[in-house]
């Protein structure tokens, strides 16, 4: 098991905001807790981008492929389209590290 080292002022607030005293269960506690608000965060943006296009990313990426979006190539459905994808990966990656600590 690999040791680290915490400032005291770190431990405080570990300990306080989980509740936990030992301070490898507390961090872990933390982890899981910024986890599920990253994921949180994302899953909210990508249901915004569903919303506003009425489809899944699968699918906007697809009809994008295909030349089915109007104006694919304006600044804004390309920002969008790229902040979308973000979303998405990050979700993934959000819920892969997730499961990892449950």
């Known amino acids: 098991m690999n ?3 915490i400032s005291k002022p770190v431990y405080r607030i570990l300990s306080s905001v989980t509740g936990e ?8 506690l ?3 807790d910024l986890l599920r608000l990253k994921l ?3 899953e909210h ?5 569903e919303e506003q296009y009425h489809q ?3 699918e906007f990426k697809q009809a994008w492929h295909s030349d089915k979006i109007a104006d694919k190539h304006s600044f804004q459905v ?3 389209y790229w902040e979308w994808e973000a979303a998405v990966e990050d979700a ?4 892969q590290l997730l499961d990892e600590l449950l």
Not at 21 to 28: G, N, S, W, Y
Not at 45 to 49: N, P, T
Not at 92 to 95: E, F, G, P, R, V
């Open 21 to 28: 005293v030992r301070a490898d269960v507390a961090l872990e």
């Open 3 to 5: 040791q680290i080292a």
């Open 30 to 32: 933390a982890a899981r």
């Open 56 to 58: 899944s990313f699968a």
């Open 92 to 95: 993934k990656k959000y819920q």
């Open 40 to 42: 949180k965060d994302v």
């Open 45 to 49: 943006q990508v249901a915004g981008f």
């Open 78 to 80: 390309e920002h969008d």
